[in-house]
């Protein structure tokens, strides 16, 4: 048994989805891991991780538009705004979905389904580099 | 320190929570692991994975009736609706709960209390037959 | 590789979160493991864990706004109210938050982000003692 850490820096462009999962399989690849448990974990609280359907991106359209209007960006709606109307709803719509995620490892792989990607949400507005931790142990 | 991966595979029939509290103990229970670590993987993005009150019947039907209101089916509503008005609900309602659940084992058991039970969210309207991967390590 | 379970009691004064990153943090320093991962069990369903923003009290205050509106508390509103009206949406918020959070540790501290903290969130109105299940591998 054997275990490795690992920091990813994805940098974001606004809201919406980021698929990690090639970068995640990647570097799940190559630690001679065969079977075993990966943790993807997400420094921020405001993006988070979620795994969503891979395929079509109007799925990533609906998210998006279906996020905005269960958690409504409106001025003098939350108390902490300090960064900005996207400040609260950012909190909440992480609190909504992950920080984190963990998928078990066979043959190499994490044993995502054929339609499944893991994605790094983002909430804010503005472009953001995010931390996320990858933990992986197994033998 | 050993591990042990399996999967189930669970036939659902339509919408609503299949409890596999049982399957998941059992499993466990064979493995000669004392303490550890057993994760729980649902392979897709139509259906997901919550711990729930395992002994009020109308509890399964009040998050039936809550998660139609809160993700409502309704042609239109959606850009992406390939497979139907329930195929992006599906998406969402999934994204809103858990597609990985991961609990201590001690003495032999997932460590749930008295009231939880671990269940399959299904969120399309037919059956499918569903992939559940467990991953188990300990000593 | 080594493990060790532990269990925490949290006595809560009704809905609120109650910051567990402290508690958590000094386990771990205890247990002479470096690296690994951290395993946090919320052994109920009508409390939950959250990750959430740790410097501006406003924040906890706008979160549980959202949750009572999101899931309101109604008499009729729900099947199950065997406990009165805050025991189905207690079940509910729950189910939208998280019941299980790892957490991957690196020199002996879990690997939390500057803003973050672990929250455990009480959904019931009465004071309530909730049982926490620790599980930490790792070297």
């Known amino acids: ?3 490795a850490l690992h920091q990813l ?14 970068p ?11 079977t075993g448990l990966l943790t993807v974990w997400c420094r921020h609280t ?3 991780l979620t795994v969503q359907e891979n395929a ?15 958690v409504p960006e409106a001025t003098g ?7 900005g109307p996207d400040d609260m709803p950012a909190h909440l719509r992480t609190m ?3 920080t984190q995620i963990s998928i078990p490892v066979a043959a190499g792989r994490p044993v995502f389904g054929t339609w499944q990607a893991l994605y790094l949400f983002e909430h804010r507005r503005h472009p953001n580099r995010r931390e996320i931790v990858l933990h992986l142990f197994g033998a």
Request: aromatic fraction near 8%.
């Open 1 to 3: 048994m054997k275990q």
């Open 9 to 22: 820096t994805i940098a974001t462009t606004g809201k919406g989805l980021t698929d990690l999962t090639r």
């Open 24 to 34: 995640i399989i990647e570097w799940t690849a190559t630690q001679g891991i065969a």
């Open 46 to 48: 405001s993006a988070s």
């Open 56 to 70: 079509d991106p109007t799925v990533r359209a609906d998210i998006l538009r279906f996020f905005e209007a269960l």
């Open 77 to 83: 709606r939350y108390a902490h705004e300090d960064e």
């Open 96 to 98: 909504l979905t992950q």
